[in-house]
T-cell receptor
Framework: NAGVTQTPKFQVLKTGQSMTLQCAQD?????MSWYRQDPGMGLRLIHY???????DQGEVPNGYNVSRSTTEDFPLRLLSAAPSQTSVYFC???????????FGDGTRLSIL | TQLLEQSPQFLSIQEGENLTVYCNSS?????LQWYRQEPGEGPVLLVT?????EVKKLKRLTFQFGDARKDSSLHITAAQPGDTGLYLC??????????FGKGTRLHILP
């Protein structure tokens, strides 16, 4: 079982470049979320989706876009990367109700 | 603004000692979750508490949800080196979003 798959695992970008972090799940979960994790800050919610076609902002959405065209995929786009976006990014999924949240292994992103 | 305050941020204790980690908020949550995260991996769910006053046990770990559903605690009895890791609490808000505290980095010395 793949669960939650994040690609790439590592990426280095230059300031101003754009890129898309991929998240795919095979558990048919309705909820999908993107978090970033920085030292001493825990995980902060970037964007969130409760189902295909529905997205919402989290705690730190600026500089990031998302879309949810299918249940399985929830890509996170950086339109113009900034050094402040250097972080570890985690995608998470869960079903309706008090279902456990499952995390991918993360994407480690460095912006030079 | 961090809606969930977790304390302590760092804790280093000897094997065999007991410890408690706290997660506090001024907001009410529909549920509260505790995760453990190892280096280079995503967080893994330990437990979810839903009802005010609820207590759940997982071997030597005891989790409690406050009566008002605004706070929670994690108590570890007779800590072992294998308990070393980052412990995160997370609350589910009324809009279904799950937000995290900053985490407690626990180090158990043999």
């Amino acid at each position: 079982n793949a669960g939650v798959t994040q690609t790439p695992k590592f990426q280095v970008l230059k300031t101003g470049q754009s890129m898309t972090l991929q998240c795919a799940q095979d558990m048919n979960h309705e909820y999908m979320s993107w978090y970033r994790q920085d030292p001493g800050m825990g995980l902060r919610l970037i964007h969130y989706s409760v189902g295909a076609g529905i997205t919402d902002q989290g705690e730190v959405p600026n500089g990031y876009n998302v879309s949810r065209s299918t249940t399985e995929d929830f890509p996170l786009r950086l339109l113009s990367a900034a050094p402040s976006q250097t972080s570890v990014y985690f995608c998470a999924t869960r079903g309706y109700g008090n279902q456990p949240q499952h995390f991918g292994d993360g994407t480690r992103l460095s912006i030079l | 603004t961090q809606l969930l305050e977790q304390s302590p941020q760092f804790l280093s204790i000897q094997e065999g000692e007991n410890l408690t980690v706290y997660c506090n908020s001024s907001s009410v949550f529909s549920s509260l979750q505790w995760y453990r995260q190892e280096p280079g991996e995503g967080p893994v769910l330990l437990v979810t508490v839903v009802t005010g006053g609820e207590v759940k046990k997982l071997k030597r770990l005891t989790f409690q949800f406050g009566d008002a559903r605004k706070d929670s605690s994690l108590h570890i009895t007779a800590a072992q080196p294998g308990d070393t890791g980052l412990y995160l609490c997370a609350g589910e808000r009324g809009d279904d979003k799950i937000i995290f505290g900053k985490g407690t980095r626990l180090h158990i010395l043999p």
